[in-house]
Nanobody, 124 residues
Framework: VQLQAFGGGLVQAGGSLRLSCAASGRTFSSYAMGWFRQAPGKEREFVSAIGRSGVVTYYADSVKGRFTMSRDNAKNTVYLHLNSLKPEDTAVYYC??????????????????WGQGTLVTVSS
């Protein structure tokens, strides 16, 4: 599986962005997906995850109520809508594939494939 994330950019605090992650392969709908981020000088952290059908989602407390994750299995794409952005949301955002069945997971090592990341910069 190959993943390509895009949609990052520079935005003012309070603004919005939509990140996309396009996946190769015909088994996209078989995988749960996640978004992680890594801020400068910090470790990569979990942001959100979505189940195979797109019905179930899970968010980190830091983004709950501001970010929304969705997916379009017909387009092999997941999205992350970032609203009410804060300077502390500045990071490289990565999408990832979780091939295991079960509950949505939040640890990096539980994900199998990763995209290259897209940079989101929020100015104050």
């Amino acid at each position: 599986v190959q993943l390509q994330a895009f949609g990052g950019g520079l935005v003012q605090a309070g603004g919005s962005l939509r990140l996309s992650c396009a996946a190769s392969g015909r088994t996209f709908s078989s995988y749960a997906m996640g978004w992680f981020r890594q801020a400068p000088g910090k470790e990569r952290e979990f942001v959100s995850a979505i189940g195979r059908s797109g019905v179930v989602t899970y968010y980190a407390d830091s983004v709950k109520g501001r970010f929304t994750m969705s997916r379009d299995n017909a387009k092999n794409t997941v999205y992350l809508h970032l609203n009410s952005l804060k300077p502390e949301d500045t990071a490289v955002y990565y999408c990832a594939v979780d091939r295991e069945y079960g509950h949505l997971r939040t640890r990096q090592y539980e994900y199998d494939y990763w995209g290259q990341g897209t940079l989101v910069t929020v100015s104050s």
